[in-house]
């Protein structure tokens, strides 16, 4: 089974900052890759798909980049509504399709 | 709208079943292959298992592999699944969830009901 590491596992930002977030697969999975986003009590929602594409409905400060093993979610200038935790998903080789352990985003 | 949700959880003991339901509406449900996707209390997005639109094409992880079954009724918009010989571990919030795409069968979904709890405990 393919095997997503997220780092980190969780930090803190404020307002307006810049974040990246890393994700990296064991093996290639070419662009097949998924993030998601999650607040406490509430389902997964899809931000962005194969690696680049922006899920529609989702604002255009979050952004994905990245092929082959190593992979980012971005999101470029922080909202109080994106203090969440958030995962990415390989869905190259399965099964399973894999997730990553999940990176916390909290309030500094 | 596409609306997912999901029914059945509950208390169980070690050893028992329970089957969960996920009724879908606001799509074509018969088009979309669906996904089980559970979440144990404070812990990370696991991968359970997958169906295809027509029922073809079922995938398990390996940790509920030949215990638990998926299945669909295309007629009912309806997807299921038939958990047995639960354990400790299989506790967990249970996400129902729609593949992104009608071409193949994925485990990327854009679509997830609210969840419904599983407690396996004597």
């Known amino acids: 089974a393919i095997r997503m590491t997220q780092s980190p596992s969780s930090f803190s930002a404020s307002t307006g900052d810049r974040v990246t977030i890393t994700c990296r697969a064991s093996?290639?999975?070419?662009?097949?890759l998924a993030w998601y986003q999650q607040k406490p009590g509430k389902a997964p929602k899809l931000l962005i798909y194969?690696?680049?594409t922006l899920q529609s409905g989702v604002p255009s400060r979050f952004s994905g980049s990245g092929s082959g093993t190593d992979f980012t979610l971005t999101i470029s200038c922080l909202q109080s509504e994106d203090f969440a935790t958030y995962y990415c998903?390989?869905?190259?080789?399965?099964?399973?399709?894999?997730f990553g352990q999940g990176t916390k985003l909290e309030i500094k | 709208e596409v609306q997912l949700v999901e029914s059945g959880g509950g208390l169980v003991k070690p050893g028992g079943s329970l089957r969960l339901s996920c009724a879908a509406s606001?799509?074509?449900?018969?088009?979309?292959?669906m996904n089980w996707v559970r979440q144990a209390p404070g812990k990370g997005l696991e991968w359970v298992s997958s169906?295809?639109?027509?029922?073809?094409?079922?995938y398990y992880a390996d940790s509920v592999k030949g215990r638990f079954t998926i299945s669909r009724d295309n007629a009912k918009n309806s997807l299921y699944l038939q958990m047995n010989s639960l354990r400790a571990e299989d506790t967990a919030v249970y996400y129902c969830?729609?593949?992104?795409?009608?071409?193949?069968?994925?485990?990327?979904?854009?679509?997830w009901g609210q969840g419904t709890l599983v407690t396996v405990s004597s």
């Open positions: 194969a690696a680049s």
């Open positions: 969830a729609r593949a992104r795409t009608t071409t193949v069968t994925t485990g990327n979904s854009d679509y």
């Open positions: 169906i295809s639109s027509s029922s073809s094409y079922i």
């Open positions: 093996q290639g999975i070419s662009s097949y």
């Open positions: 606001g799509f074509t449900f018969s088009s979309y292959s």
């Open positions: 998903q390989q869905y190259y080789s399965y099964p399973p399709y894999t």
